[in-house]
């Protein structure tokens, strides 16, 4: 069985549409709009690489968090609380931007976002931070700060805020702001 668009193109199998990517899948089923609005949502959440047809045991585990995620984002948000555990493992830098854009428009919606993380983009794109430490396993285990990521940077007993410093410090003027309305960390 093939299906042909409504605006012409090529007539597709179910098999060839599996094999596709999210993104191709998209342009072949634009004229679907249940499916069209599914597929957006998934390249929406920067998994539009994906083949449909993909095992899932497959996918990294930022990945398959932001699957889970794309089945939760039709549904309300008002309310609703996601804990994410480093959605950003394995993610380039640009699928890391995309993935903030869509911890903003949940939180835009009225969700709370929980966001466990190492990556100093999602810590400095965070309205609060909370760290623990002072080290890891042992040496670790208490609250060491909470508030504001530009406090953290100022926290002497923080390793992550030590990172983020150097990391503000480090990005050229000019360069791509993973948040517009954080201005970094002042006075290092």
């Known amino acids: 069985m093939r299906r042909s668009p409504k605006g012409g193109g090529p007539a597709r199998s179910l098999p060839?549409?599996?094999?596709?990517?999210?993104?191709?899948?998209?342009?072949?089923?634009?004229?679907?709009?249940?499916?069209?609005?599914?597929?957006?949502?998934?390249?929406?959440?920067?998994?539009?690489?994906?083949?449909?047809g993909e095992d899932t045991p497959s996918l990294s585990g930022g990945e398959a968090q932001r699957l889970k995620l794309a089945a939760e984002m039709g549904r309300c948000q008002q309310d609703a609380v996601y804990v994410f555990d480093e959605p950003t493992v394995g993610l380039h830098p640009l699928d890391?931007?995309?993935?903030?854009?869509?911890?903003?428009?949940?939180?835009?919606?009225?969700?709370?976002?929980?966001?466990?993380?190492h990556d100093l983009d999602v810590v400095r794109s965070a309205d609060y931070a909370v760290d623990m430490g002072p080290g890891g396993g042992l040496e670790g285990g208490r609250i060491i700060y909470q508030g504001p990521p530009e406090g953290l940077c100022a926290c002497p007993e923080s390793q992550t805020g030590r990172y983020l410093g150097r990391w503000i410090e480090a990005r050229p003027?000019?360069?791509?702001?993973?948040?517009?309305?954080?201005?970094?960390?002042?006075?290092?």
């Open 16 to 52: 060839e549409l599996m094999a596709m990517s999210v993104d191709e899948a998209l342009a072949a089923c634009v004229d679907i709009p249940a499916v069209a609005r599914r597929l957006k949502t998934l390249s929406g959440l920067g998994l539009g690489y994906l083949a449909l």
């Open 173 to 188: 003027a000019g360069s791509a702001s993973v948040s517009e309305n954080r201005q970094g960390c002042k006075g290092l």
């Open 96 to 117: 890391v931007e995309t993935l903030l854009g869509v911890f903003r428009s949940l939180t835009a919606a009225g969700a709370t976002v929980i966001v466990v993380e």
